[in-house]
């Protein structure tokens, strides 16, 4: 408890964010400076960095993530797996930002999210006092559970710290994600934080990823630069088909993952397009058009009915796809459509970031979910400690 004590009566505290999304394209560690706490929390990014997935452990992912090929016993080995990754992670970023592990206040750590029921249940493993035992630094994680225990979904969390970073007087601003899966934040101009909503719009990298995948039989994991995709063609009866999908219809709040849009799903669609004789790249470039469509349709049906938007900021792995970014800002013309670093922020860190904010709130005691965003019955500290 005194460890605790001394962390809380600092006036700034050094934090690691760590954070493995649905694109298993490895673990997000951001070594950041915090100073305060609530709304007034500043935060200086000292060092990101990525710490890679072996094809071993990640293919232990993927069967975790599948009803047919996981196992009680494959989740609870890869819980402290994970968690001695997500250790190595933590250790690896102190190295290359020359800062002893003594010297770190606390760590926030997401996990890897292996099965999500929104307002029922969900699970992220990699175990917290793993990650604490071998760093020796104060360590909260799996905060996701006391959101869903309040009748949340439990996600999405980051639109607490977005709202911490981004909020504007004059300005409406959509904050999009682009992981493994897509998910936006609107926070209207001069709003409070019970203004702020937010949801996942559907596939962000996912169904893109595992598309290429299949395609190069595992020699690439993903379109680098968005090449393939750009020299393909869209197959607009294909795409119209995927608009269809049920989840991409269904009305906010919603979230999703590989429940919906996972290998199955896009194992599925290889086939059919393989039937059908549609090339390679215009299979890219279709699927590539699914994740910005279903971006923009979320927005002209659930956001601009509702709010004027001043300016939409991209972040994540997709924001890296240029082929993906000009699509986006075909679908939403007339939108200034911008990426974190165009505001000298990192897209790789964000996420990163805001569990090491969401982990300086949970020491703070200060509530860290945002109701109006997850349908939590009420505000709640949210995180497990672990010393």
Known sequence: MQKLLNIYNKDKRLAIGLMSGTSLDGIDAALVEIKGKGF????????FNNHPLDKKLKSKVMRACSIEESSVDLICQLNFDLGEEFAKAALDTCKVAGVAPSEVDLIGSHGQTIYHLPQKSTLQIAEPSVIAERTGILTVGDF?????????HGAPLVPYTEYILYSNQDKTLALQNIGGIGNVTIIPKGANLDDVYAFDTGPGNMIID???SLITKG???YDKDGKLGG???????LLDELMSTPYIQAKPPK????????LQF??????RCRELGIKDEDMVATVTAFTARS????YKRWVMPKNNLDGVIIAGGGSYNPTLINMIRKELDGVTVRLQEDLGYSSDAKEAIAFAILANETINGNSNNVPSVTEADKPVIMGKISY
Do not use: M
């Open 40 to 47: 007034d929390t500043q935060v200086d990014l000292i060092k």
């Open 144 to 152: 996701r559970v006391r959101d869903v225990a309040t009748g949340g």
């Open 210 to 212: 595992a598309i290429v």
């Open 219 to 221: 020699e690439l994991g």
């Open 231 to 237: 020299k393909g063609k869209v197959i607009p009866h």
């Open 255 to 262: 979230t999703t993952g590989r429940e919906d849009f996972g």
């Open 266 to 271: 896009s194992k599925k669609l290889f086939t």
């Open 295 to 298: 971006i923009a349709y979320n």
